[in-house]
């Protein structure tokens, strides 16, 4: 600052350092940084390939491919084939299913990242931390199998009993008593899917609380619980938000186990725990056996929906979250 | 010194004493809820739970309160919920192994790992045939997948570890946005890119690209992190040595992590060993055994299970329960690898 | 009692770095007799030990805190005064792998005692951190009275309450018009006010500094010497300090650890200006006058 009032004597520029690598690192950092971008290229591609596909679905059907509830592919009399293809109710059916994985998943998820971060004692939770990262790998077949014959006839039941005390709120009414493969029990199987992210999120926020503040909780004499309500929740929640954003991501692509326990029809419907439902990423392998042509395409063009939904969620998931760990160091 | 004969103590550790009031409250409840089943129409192990659940923290609760006070109440309904909500989150970890290992078992016979279903359909009994081509298919996806993924992985977390470049905090959050990829999206992605524009059909190969793109990240951000934990001051002697950068990473990083960079390795195709989605529109789906990994269809044990649930039967079902026995028994191994030289990293 | 203690001790403040610390302190606490002043709680340790994991950290302490004083506790670093000082108010018992052993009492009572509730021995021992650290999500008046939520102690008057512990920590002035703005925005001198204004309204008999001004700058730091002085006269106090200008202008007795590459120990205690002036113990000495530490 002073150097700027005496004339004549300007900061020195920093130097440019400068280096000639030899040619070993040139290719070394060549390949490494050619390699680095090639995620970049990766995810691009997909963006491309499932657009340009699925350019002629977007083009003929147009903003009805979005709002349109009809899956229809007919052949006349002459031969000529008409589509008229929509996957508005699919649209309807993906959020339905995921707000109720959210809505079950998310709570429990963050009481198992507390009672792991602070309750639980030491070796159980290593155990414990364990068996959530498990949970996280298991196939999604297994859910939809373990789902359809284990937890359907159990849900089915709930579903029940839901209905019978509560089916004057509009959600939970149904047209028809016919409880079975509903989005309420899809939204289970992906609740206890989308747990171990969501937790492992939520820990990793809840053990970045700076500890200064948890000690000045407790020696205002707070409780385990009065510390978590002060201190570790207002830090976390935005992480945990993040953490369910990722989740809904998951929510959004599972294919398999939503497939199996889901009843695909192709109307929307906002009853939860009414047997009929709807999911993009089923519609593609539900539709793909027997589609041909422009069919084919529209799936594809489904792909990229699903694609870029999953996309931006993601993203956003993303960046709440490293900005909330960034905010604890 | 005097000191040798102070006993360093926990006085806030609770003592057996002190536990003497939840054993009562815990056996009570258990006494309690087995009367409550036995007297009213409520039946099932769910519900013991349940109730044992539910009565403990009343009287837990209550005890808490009498004993310590009004503002025992939150804190104790407090952990209540927090425990009850990791019991339901870790009641069905417990319910899918324990079915998959029951119904799996049941199916299980001795042709299961010497043939294929050539000659034999899922609709059959359950003692022809086997998966024997849905193992073989598996593991070359699996190979193929490693083969592509793995230095890619590898060297995207160099380039975010070691380079830095420019970009690399752009890379960071594509990567992570890569993570997030649908599995179906992957399989509609390889459908559409290469079997549909090149000449490679629907194969081992294609179905190994489409697991691939699961695969990178999670190899990524696993070796990123091993590659993190390697000290800066040995790639500072490295290079203060005057070796190029190259040499240093590949004498003194690459081997300091090698058990980090192989757990990467296992994580990733644990991420992928189960994947379903993505095979439908890249494998084909073989009832025999194709050892050509880069023509022709072939199967994988995920479809495989596909195959048996879709067509529903019994015997199909059957099959099905078998084939995800197999598959969780390879991903728990796979699991238990990765953590067993998890753990020997840390140590040293 | 009297009442110009305070100001004797700011203005010997001001002219500290001149004098030698026996003379800061002599001015100090001359008419401060412990016994004397029937306010605040006594506080004893008895033969306390802390262990860290197989590490053994503090030996063999006995110190006796009366009622009404402010007590220094001086030495180099890792020689366990904080250790010793977050035995205190079991604060000791958060880290894995800490023992302990002794007796810490608080009116004559154990505070580890069998089925002691931990929460009201550190509502009656408050504590302030070595960095300030308010709850960020929280207006200034709302961090105050945070402890009186957490601990769900009914106020009769919260507002008069708030006014109270701003007074007392010296910040009433600087925020009462902005009692609803966000913690965060305060300097760091006004923010451990803040935090001990804080550690007020849940009414403790003891308050435990922790290096309070060890992130601070010297004039927040003269500022917070102030309000320790003019707390004083209400509550008893102990101050974990490197800062040996500190420990003479503000505290009445002053103890001096040290670690010999074993566990720490105390070496001596005695009122500030005797150690100052006259340690019996040569290390204190050594210490005192700067020859090592």
Request: hydrophobic share 50%.
């Amino acid at each position: 600052m002073s150097s700027a009032v005496l004339p004549g004597s300007a900061t020195p520029k920093a130097r440019q350092i400068t280096t000639n690598p030899r040619t070993s690192d040139k290719v070394f950092r060549g390949v490494v940084t050619s390699f680095g971008f090639s995620a970049l290229v990766l995810l691009t591609l997909i963006g491309i390939f499932l657009a340009v596909r699925g350019f002629q679905t977007f083009s003929t059907e147009g903003f009805h491919f979005v709002t349109g509830f009809k899956w229809d592919v007919s052949t006349d009399e002459a031969g000529k084939i008409t589509y008229d293809m929509g996957i508005g109710a699919m649209l309807v059916g993906t959020v339905l299913v995921s707000t109720v994985a959210l809505i079950v998943g998310v709570p429990l998820s963050v009481s198992v990242a507390l009672f792991l971060t602070f309750y639980a004692p030491a070796r159980i939770k290593t155990l414990l931390v364990s068996v959530v990262d498990l949970m996280a790998s298991f196939p999604s077949v297994l859910f939809g199998l373990w789902g359809f014959f284990v937890l359907m006839p159990m849900a089915t039941y709930w579903a029940k009993l839901i209905y019978k005390y509560l089916h004057w709120i509009p959600i939970f009414s149904a047209p028809q008593p016919y409880f079975e493969r509903s989005p309420f029990i899809a939204g289970l199987v992906l609740a206890i899917m989308i747990i171990p992210i969501v937790t492992s999120v939520s820990r990793e926020v809840f053990a970045q609380t700076p500890l200064d503040r948890v000690q000045a909780a407790y020696a205002l004499g707070a409780t385990k619980w009065g510390m978590i309500r002060a201190v570790v929740l207002p830090f976390g929640s935005s992480g945990v938000v993040g953490g369910a954003m990722l989740g809904l991501g998951r929510a959004f692509g599972e294919t398999v186990a939503v497939y199996t326990i889901l009843n695909l029809v192709f109307r929307p419907n906002w009853h939860v725990l009414f047997g009929a439902g709807g999911n993009i990423a089923s519609l593609i392998i539900l539709k793909w056996g027997e589609a041909t042509g422009l069919e084919t395409k529209a799936l594809l063009a489904a792909g990229f929906i699903l694609f870029l939904m999953t996309l931006v969620v993601n993203m956003a998931a993303n960046f709440i979250v490293s900005r909330t760990l960034k905010s604890g160091k | 010194m005097s000191t040798t004969e102070v006993k360093p103590l926990r006085p806030w550790a609770i003592t057996p004493k002190q536990m003497i009031p939840s054993a009562l409250i815990f056996s009570g409840s258990f006494f309690i809820t087995l009367l409550v089943l036995a007297f009213t129409p409520l039946k099932g192990k769910l519900a013991f739970v349940v109730f044992f659940f539910l009565f403990s923290s009343l009287a837990n609760t209550i005890y808490s309160v009498r004993k310590r006070g009004r503002k025992a109440l939150g804190e104790t309904v407090a952990a209540s919920l927090i425990f009850g909500g990791s019991l339901i989150v870790f009641l069905p970890v417990f319910s899918i192994l324990f079915t998959t290992v029951r119904k799996g078992v049941a199916g299980l016979h001795l042709t299961l790992f010497s043939q294929s279903m050539a000659n034999a359909s899922f609709l059959d009994p359950v003692g022809k045939g086997g998966l024997l081509h849905a193992l073989i298919g598996t593991l070359y996806l699996i190979l193929i997948a490693m083969i592509i993924s793995v230095p890619m992985g590898i060297m995207t977390a160099l380039y975010l570890t070691e380079i830095k470049g420019p970009g690399s905090r752009f890379i960071q959050f594509i990567v992570q946005a890569m993570s997030g990829v649908p599995s179906v999206v992957a399989g509609l992605f390889i459908f559409s890119a290469i079997i549909l524009t090149t000449p490679i059909k629907a194969s081992a190969l294609a179905g190994a690209f489409a697991l691939a793109i699961l695969m990178i990240p999670t190899v990524t951000r696993t070796s990123q992190e091993v590659l993190l934990l390697v000290p800066s001051d040995l790639r500072e002697a490295g290079l203060a040595m005057g070796a190029t950068q190259w040499r240093t990473v590949a004498t003194i990083v690459v081997p300091a992590a090698r058990n980090g960079l192989i757990t990467a390795t296992i994580l990733g195709v644990a991420r992928i060993a189960g994947e379903t989605a993505p095979l439908i529109f890249t494998l084909g789906g073989a009832d025999k055994i194709n050892l050509n990994p880069f023509k022709d269809y072939n199967s994988a044990l995920p479809f495989y299970v596909w195959k048996g649930l879709s067509l529903g039967t019994p015997e199909s079902i059957a099959r099905a329960w078998s084939g995800i026995l197999v598959l969780i028994v390879l991903v728990l191994s796979l699991f238990i690898a990765a953590r067993t030289l998890g753990t020997q990293k840390m140590k040293k | 009692m009297s009442t110009d203690s305070s100001s004797a001790a700011s203005s010997a403040s001001n002219g500290a770095a001149s004098k030698s610390l026996a003379d800061v302190s002599a001015n100090r606490a001359s008419h401060r007799t412990p016994g004397n002043n029937p306010i605040g709680s006594g506080l004893e340790a008895r033969g306390v030990h802390a262990w860290f994991s197989k590490h053994h950290a503090l030996s063999n302490v006995s110190l006796d805190f009366a009622a009404g004083t402010v007590t220094a506790l001086i030495g180099p670093s890792g020689c366990g005064k904080s250790t010793f000082i977050r035995t205190l108010n079991r604060m000791h018992e958060f880290i894995p792998g800490a023992a302990m052993a002794g007796e810490v009492l608080l009116d004559g009572k154990d505070v580890y005692a069998d089925g002691i509730d931990v929460t009201k021995i550190r509502l009656q021992i408050g504590m302030v951190f070595q960095k300030p650290n308010p709850f960020p999500s929280m207006t200034i008046g709302e961090n105050v009275l945070s402890g009186l939520k957490l601990a769900q102690i009914k106020a009769e008057n919260k507002d008069d309450l708030l006014e109270e512990c701003l007074v007392r920590s010296g910040l009433w002035n600087e925020v009462k018009d902005r009692l609803d703005a966000h913690a965060g925005g305060l300097s760091g001198g006004q923010q451990q006010r803040l935090c001990i204004a804080r550690a007020l309204a849940v009414k403790p008999k003891v308050l435990l500094m922790d290096e309070p001004c060890s992130a601070l700058d010297p004039g927040s730091t003269l500022r917070i010497e102030d309000t320790i002085v003019e707390l004083a006269k209400s509550i008893t106090i102990v101050i974990v300090t490197h800062n040996m200008q500190q420990a003479a202008r503000v505290s009445d007795y002053t103890a001096f650890f040290l670690s010999d590459g074993g566990p720490g120990q105390m070496i001596e205690v005695g009122p500030t200006n005797e150690i100052f002036s006259r340690p019996s113990d040569q290390r204190t000495e050594n210490y005192v006058s700067g020859r090592f530490g």
